[in-house]
């Protein structure tokens, strides 16, 4: 099965990469309707599981021991066919 994390940070963490993209697109691209960018990650992997609790365990033990810094992040996942 396919999955894909999408990793964001936390509300209230400051996210000066979305903050840059809200500049660019603003001030240098002429787009003054946008606003609040927040920045992300998104990965993609393939798990040889079909059991949805399985795959749940299997993304969460993932994202805790590699993908995620709990601290200032958070996740979810979807299943892509």
Do not use: H, W
Request: net charge negative; with cysteine; hydrophobic share 40%.
């Amino acid at each position: 099965m396919k999955i894909r994390i999408l990793i964001t940070l936390k509300k209230g963490v400051l996210d000066t990469q979305g903050k840059a993209i809200e500049n660019s697109l603003v001030k240098n691209l002429g787009f003054p309707q946008i606003s609040q960018v927040r920045q992300g990650k998104l990965v993609e992997v393939e798990i040889a599981e079909t059991d949805s609790d399985k795959i749940q365990n299997i993304v969460d033990e993932i994202c805790d021991k590699l993908l995620v810094n709990k601290v200032i992040e958070d996740y979810n996942f979807e299943v892509v066919n």
